[in-house]
Each structure stands twice: as structure tokens, then as C-alpha cells.
């Protein structure tokens, strides 16, 4: 068992390297233990549950390694219940961030487990669903009803549900059993291999490209987890805001100024008539194995 998790922990760690955008998974058998290996990586978006399923649904022992800085609770919930059902392993391995929407994911496993370096957070629930944003009170209750199909007790559905909705709730090895979570560690001094740090030009163009779609969810994954649910980076301020422009916004040209600074220039239309065409300051930032948008300066 321990060699199937060494062996898990090092693949996951040469494919973090790859950036937060559409959502990927990859199977990969082991025939000599008769397990899998399913590698979930990158942003959440709603309907991905679909891939998800598909790709589990044969498997009958698989450990499923996560990677994701978040995305549609909704789409998470369903593939968590999946997992679940099967009795599957989670696991979040050294170097990755799997946090909101990924989080939710990871406490379906049965057992779960977190690399010695691996971090994982818990989120304020703004759930977007039929084209509507939930605010977080229901969206709370739906995670509150899905944590308790996943038999959690009382204490870890308080945590989970009152994380704030600026930066994380961070689940500690020291606090773990206050909040009556139960995981175990994978073992420490496993060799690593570093991830390749990947442009992270890709990540500025998904998250001016969730703006565009008015999906907040969406943008916010794409976002340092410590900045998220304020301001510009709050959720339903992006869905709010962006959706419901007639004019929605388009990207013009995004230029690269430094290796973590790029220009982009964009316009969109509000109903009142107000036109913005302007050029933003996109601060990009590699943590957690892959790049996030840590900065924006924007005018309008």
C-alpha cells in the first residue's frame, strides 16, 4: 500500500507543472497492484463532473490524486458522491494546492490522505446554478447536506461552512482532530522530482476569458488563494458585475512585460452606456507548483 502511494506522489509531482485551466484527468492502471491511479488537475468548471464519472466508472480500486485550486462547487459535490460510492482514496500529494471546490472533492475519499507539503482549504460557498448565483447561506446548506451524505460529524461541517469568504480555512495537521476530520499523512522524505514551471500567459488569458463569461467561480480559481472572496476577486461580484454586461468584455491583446507581469488590453459595455477600454496590470505569481494571478491594475 505504501509503495502504490510513493509511486502516486511522485507521477502527480512531474504533472503539476501544468497550469490551472480546463480540467484534466488521466487514469493510469497498476497492474501489479490491480489499482488505479486517477490525476485530477486543474480548474473545476461545471459539467466536468461528466468527465469525471466517465473515467471512474469502471474502476472498482483507484486512488484519486487531486490538484486543482478550485472551481464550481456543484460540479465537485457530484464527483465527490461518485467517489464515495465506489469507496475510493483521495489524496493530495507534496507540492499541490487542492483547495474550495478541489477541498470538497478530497473529503469523499475513503481514506483520505495529504503529502507532508500538499495544502488544502476550505472556501466560503458561492455556488452558481441554473445561471444563478446562490448566495452563501444556500450554498452552504447544499454543502452541508452533502458533507452529512458523506457521514461527517457536526465539527467538520461547522468548519468547512464557516470558512470566510476572504482567503481559507487551511486544514492543519495540528488542528485536524479538533475539527474531527480524519486523514493520514503520506511519508515524509519521499524523493521528488521538481514540476516545470510552465507560461503562465495561459493562466492571465482563462482568467480574462472567465470574466467574459461572467463566470466567478471560474475567475476566482484562478486567483492566490489568500485574495480571494474581496473586492474585485469576490465571486459574485465577478458574476454580478460581468454577466450581466450587453456589451460583454473582449481581450484585445495581452503583451508580456516581465516574466510575471503582462498588459492586457480589453474593452466591454455597461447598460448605462459607459464604455471601458483600457489596459490592465496582470501580476502573476508560481506557488503551489503551478501560476496564479496574484495582482491587477486596472482603471476601469
Avoid at 469523499?108 to 472556501?123: A, E, K, N, V
Avoid at 472567465?210 to 474581496?230: F, M
Avoid at 460583454?248 to 474593452?267: N, T
Wanted: net charge positive.
Amino acid at each position: 500500500m505504501v509503495k502504490r502511494f510513493l509511486y502516486a506522489t511522485i507521477i502527480s509531482a512531474l504533472m503539476l507543472g501544468s497550469d490551472a485551466q480546463a480540467l484534466e484527468v488521466n487514469v493510469y492502471p497498476d497492474a501489479n497492484s490491480g489499482s488505479s491511479f486517477v490525476f485530477v488537475q486543474g480548474v473545476i468548471q461545471l459539467g466536468d463532473e461528466a468527465k469525471v464519472l466517465q473515467s471512474i466508472s469502471g474502476l472498482t480500486k483507484a486512488i484519486v490524486v487531486l490538484s486543482s485550486p478550485g472551481g464550481s462547487p456543484i460540479a465537485a459535490m457530484e464527483i465527490g458522491k461518485a467517489i464515495r460510492l465506489k469507496g475510493l482514496t483521495t489524496v493530495v500529494p507534496d507540492g499541490a494546492l487542492c483547495v474550495s471546490a478541489c477541498a470538497l472533492i478530497w473529503l469523499s475519499g475513503s481514506p483520505r490522505f495529504i503529502g507532508s507539503t500538499g495544502q488544502l482549504g476550505f472556501h466560503a460557498a458561492y455556488i452558481e446554478k441554473d445561471g444563478h448565483l446562490l448566495e452563501s447561506g444556500v450554498g452552504n446548506a447544499l454543502i452541508g447536506r452533502y458533507l452529512t451524505l458523506l457521514n461527517l460529524p457536526e465539527a467538520a461541517v461547522v468548519f468547512v461552512t464557516n470558512a470566510p469568504p476572504q482567503g481559507m480555512n487551511w486544514l492543519r495537521a495540528d488542528s485536524a482532530g479538533r475539527h474531527s476530520i480524519d486523514f493520514r499523512r503520506l511519508a515524509d522524505g519521499v524523493p521528488q522530482k521538481k514540476p516545470t514551471s510552465s507560461d503562465p500567459i495561459a493562466v492571465v488569458a482563462s482568467f480574462y476569458d472567465a470574466l467574459r463569461s461572467g463566470d466567478g467561480s471560474q475567475a476566482s480559481a484562478l486567483v492566490v488563494p489568500e485574495k480571494r472572496g474581496v473586492g474585485p476577486f469576490s465571486e459574485p461580484n465577478i458574476t454580478s458585475y460581468f454577466s450581466r454586461l450587453p456589451q460583454k468584455l473582449q481581450v484585445r491583446q495581452i503583451k508580456r512585460d516581465a516574466p510575471d507581469r503582462f498588459s492586457v488590453d480589453y474593452e466591454y459595455g455597461r447598460a448605462d452606456g459607459f464604455k471601458c477600454v483600457t489596459s490592465a496590470t496582470v501580476t502573476t505569481v508560481f506557488v503551489y507548483g503551478q501560476h496564479l494571478v496574484q495582482r491587477i491594475a486596472a482603471k476601469c
